[in-house]
């Protein structure tokens, strides 16, 4: 059974930061691809970034220059560190693990529950 248990989430101001970490467990199954989500009340939900077991990263535009996503591949762990954050960031957060790289985020193999990130103006 994988699971996905994140941690970091809370309220700050705009322009202060956040570290959101997940960590995966679970035999039998390939955390090769491991990312973020989010998803803002009445929004569809959207990719925010993901990183591979090699270290290839990928980003929204809205977060790039601003947001660095980590992993430790030993741990299957997966971090988003969060700068500059902006009220257009508030959202639930959630990790999601994949055997390989999916553009849909029906598509995702295993979700984390999410944690809240608000962040006041």
Do not use: H
Request: aromatic residues 10%; charged residues 15%.
């Amino acid at each position: 059974q994988v699971q996905l248990v994140e941690s970091g989430g809370g309220l700050v101001q705009a322009g202060g930061s956040l570290r959101l970490s997940c960590a995966a467990s679970g035999s039998g199954f390939s955390f090769n691809v491991m990312g973020w989500y989010r998803q803002a009340a009445g929004k569809q939900r959207e990719l925010v970034a993901r990183i591979t077991s090699g270290g290839s990263t990928t980003y929204a535009d809205s977060v790039k220059g601003r947001f660095t996503i980590s992993r430790d591949n030993a741990k299957n762990t997966v971090y988003l560190q969060m700068n500059s954050l902006k009220p257009e960031d508030t959202a639930v957060y959630y990790c999601a693990a994949n055997k390989y790289v999916v553009t849909r985020p029906a598509n995702v193999d295993y979700w984390g529950q999410g944690t809240q990130v608000t962040v006041s103006s």
